[in-house]
């Protein structure tokens, strides 16, 4: 399962059986109950791993959510029991929204944290796969 944290919304992905391909799964409000429903999530999906979108600048240093969504997902990890791998998310979001607006013409701001979620997994299945 691949994450976009935000401080309004979280950006869930997940990948295919093969774990060759992520896609898009769906948005949850950032809020008292997103921890709980990922949790859920993560037994229902059968989740393996989390991987979580590593905010950081062009100077690699952390943005300011950084601390927020490591303490999150430190918390989801011991919640479900999950692994979980960082993966650069720079530019995720601003590559999401040209590639989903090409396709559909106009798109939400939802609707890229889902696709940034993907993209994010989909470079970690990249590298893993490549191996």
């Known amino acids: 399962m691949g994450i976009d944290y935000g401080a309004k919304r979280i950006g869930v992905a997940m990948s295919d059986e093969n774990g060759k ?56 990890s011991g919640k479900t029991g999950l692994p979980v791998s960082f993966e650069k998310e720079f530019m995720t979001s601003v590559e999401a929204h040209r590639s989903a607006f090409k396709e559909q013409g106009k798109i939400g701001r939802q609707e890229v944290d889902a696709s940034a979620a993907a993209l994010i997994l989909q470079r970690y299945l990249d590298k893993i796969n490549s191996k």
């Open 21 to 76: 391909i992520a896609f898009p799964f769906l948005i949850l409000p950032n809020d008292k109950d997103s921890m709980s429903l990922l949790g859920d999530l993560c037994g229902k999906e059968k989740i393996e791993r989390i991987v979580m979108g590593e905010s950081l600048d062009e100077r690699e240093n952390e943005n300011e959510i950084m601390p927020e969504a490591r303490l999150f997902v430190e918390a989801l």
